[in-house]
């Protein structure tokens, strides 16, 4: 089973930047759509960027655009969100995820039964003066 480790959270200033990794382990992720989501406190879990498997394309959130960019290295099975120009709704939990596609689902379709999908515990960011 893909397991999926994030790192690279902490306390930032508003309109600072943060890097945030996600290290796959046990098999590559050349097959898999990547993606991060995010939960702020008493909200539901949301969409905030995904790749390719190839990385040729990317989507984001219409809240992140142009502030994130998410990026991926297959041969080193890492995943990468750099975040820019944070601010304090960016606050929340940050989760990588993996679902066995080539190409990005709607970011609601993620977690349905008919895509294989895994998730990282999870790495907390938090925007703040």
Request: aromatic fraction near 12%.
């Amino acid at each position: 089973q893909l397991q999926l480790v994030e790192s690279g959270g902490g306390l930032v200033q508003p309109g600072g930047s943060l890097r945030l990794s996600c290290e796959a382990s046990r098999f590559g992720i050349d097959h898999f759509a990547m993606g991060w989501f995010r939960r702020a406190p008493g909200k539901e879990r949301e969409g905030v960027a995904c790749i390719t498997n190839t990385g040729g394309e990317d989507r984001y959130a219409d809240s992140v655009k142009g502030r994130f960019t998410i990026s991926r290295d297959n041969a080193k099975r890492l995943v990468y969100l750099q975040m820019s120009s944070l601010k304090a709704p960016d606050t929340g939990t940050y989760y990588c995820a993996a679902v066995q596609s080539a190409l990005c689902p709607r970011f609601d379709d993620w977690e349905k039964p008919w895509y294989r999908n895994y998730w990282g515990q999870g790495t907390q960011v938090t925007v703040s003066s």
